[in-house]
């Protein structure tokens, strides 16, 4: 059974950080591009950040580049997203995703373009 699993949320202060993981089981995150996604209540679903399959392409939303990093580990079919700098507006529930891709340098932030999904894990940035 294909899964993702997302641990790593919490809460956290204003100026703080978190590093998300994301872990795939029931498959190989080799041939896949990943995106985190993230949801705040009463807004819709956004896109945080993506990598391609072999790493070397990446996106981030406007709101976070220069806070975020995302990486992955093919070795420990993990992705993994950095997050510093924490606002309070970086409150959300955040998902990630897969997608099987032939490209290497495939690399998107829609939702659409996602097939399989975690069940989120919930970061609160609060004082």
């Known amino acids: 059974q294909l899964q993702l699993v997302e641990s790593g949320g919490g809460l956290v202060q204003p100026g703080g950080s978190l590093r998300l993981s994301c872990k795939a089981s029931g498959f190989t995150l080799d041939y896949h591009a990943i995106g985190w996604f993230r949801q705040a209540p009463g807004k819709e679903r956004e896109g945080v950040s993506c990598?391609?399959?072999?790493?070397?392409?990446?996106n981030y939303a406007d709101s976070v580049k220069g806070r975020f990093t995302i990486s992955r580990d093919n070795a420990k079919n993990t992705v993994y997203l950095q997050m510093n700098s924490l606002k309070p507006e970086d409150t959300s529930v955040y998902y990630c995703?897969?997608?099987?891709?032939?490209?290497?340098?495939?690399?998107?932030?829609?939702?659409?373009?996602?097939?399989?999904w975690g069940q989120g894990t919930q970061v609160t940035v609060s004082s």
């Open positions: 990598i391609s399959r072999g790493g070397d392409s990446t």
């Open positions: 995703a897969a997608q099987r891709t032939p490209f290497l340098t495939w690399c998107t932030r829609r939702i659409h373009d996602f097939g399989s």
